[in-house]
């Protein structure tokens, strides 16, 4: 049960690369991120209220958030600190770079994610799943020459490396939820960052964005911007829902999540026309290749 959540997780976490993109086309991108977290608020506050107002009526759905302590909400804080920051890289590169580019990037984070179970948690690499880093790690490369046909110079063009550093704080946070959730309750984990997550993204909006929003690029309100939230709270609700089953693996949930890169891809060769799509596909074949591999390497 929990492979196929991973599934619909990586589906709908491809829609939501998309919507991501559309949104930031042109527009500022501290607003947007700070909308992202207002609406995910906003969609889990109904469940939090019900379940302190009616707690036995609740605890017989999926939607439960248990009461916890202050110290779990202290483990939540550094939850909501290592997603904004990831996200706060990944937006601003997503929004200079082609989806088509910064989705294979980012769909090379189960490979740190793996590694890091490795360094971290004593786990050992077999035969398959070294096959599975290597590949990914050589379309990594062939990515790098394809961009550069757009003008796109991996190791000077700093939203390159906003992508990079966006793809390395994700493995972190992934390799804590799988602490996390052995730990705590998932709708809990997921519903109180959520709203650490905005508390955080209103003092940046009104401290850092707000004072100076003349000097950046003006924002302008999209529907898809609604979308980012949706789909972002349904794609994480069905992957901490896959973590929560007692056998489940961070290192293949992770992997199959991040597959939702053909979603995102697709979308921006038929919708936002990018270019060298033939090249490109290619080495996002290739990612996934890797990623097979590492799939038969945890089996």
Known sequence: MWL?????????????????????????????????????????????????????MMQKTIFFVPKVDLQTHLFMVLKAVIVLSSWLFAYFG??????TVSGPIRATQPILVLVGALLIFGEKLNLYQWIGVM??????????RS???????????KWIWFIVLATLTG????????YLLKEFDR????????????LIMSG?????????????????????ILLISVFLCTADFA?????????????????????????????GALFLKEKNIQSKAIDVLLVLLGMFFLYLGSK
């Open 4 to 56: 196929y959540l991973a599934f619909l997780s990586a589906f709908l976490l491809g829609i939501y690369d998309f919507s991501k993109k559309i949104s930031l086309n042109n527009n500022a991108v501290i607003p947007v991120l700070f909308l992202n977290t207002l609406f995910s608020s906003l969609i889990f506050l109904p469940a939090l209220l019900l379940s302190l107002a009616y707690p036995e």
């Open 94 to 99: 997503m929004k200079h770079l082609p989806i």
């Open 135 to 144: 590949i990914a790690i050589f379309s990594f490369y062939l990515l790098s």
């Open 147 to 157: 961009s550069k046909k757009e003008g796109i110079e991996f190791k000077s063009n």
């Open 171 to 178: 493995s972190i946070s992934g390799l804590y939820d799988k």
């Open 187 to 198: 709708m809990s984990v997921q519903v109180w960052y959520t709203f650490y997550q905005f």
């Open 204 to 224: 940046i909006l009104l401290w850092l964005w707000y004072p100076q929003r003349a000097n950046s690029t003006p924002f302008r309100w999209k529907w898809s």
């Open 239 to 267: 992957y901490f829902y896959a973590l929560s089953y007692d056998d489940s693996m961070i290192s293949i949930v992770s992997m199959v999540r991040r597959s939702g890169v053909i979603v995102s891809f697709v979308c």
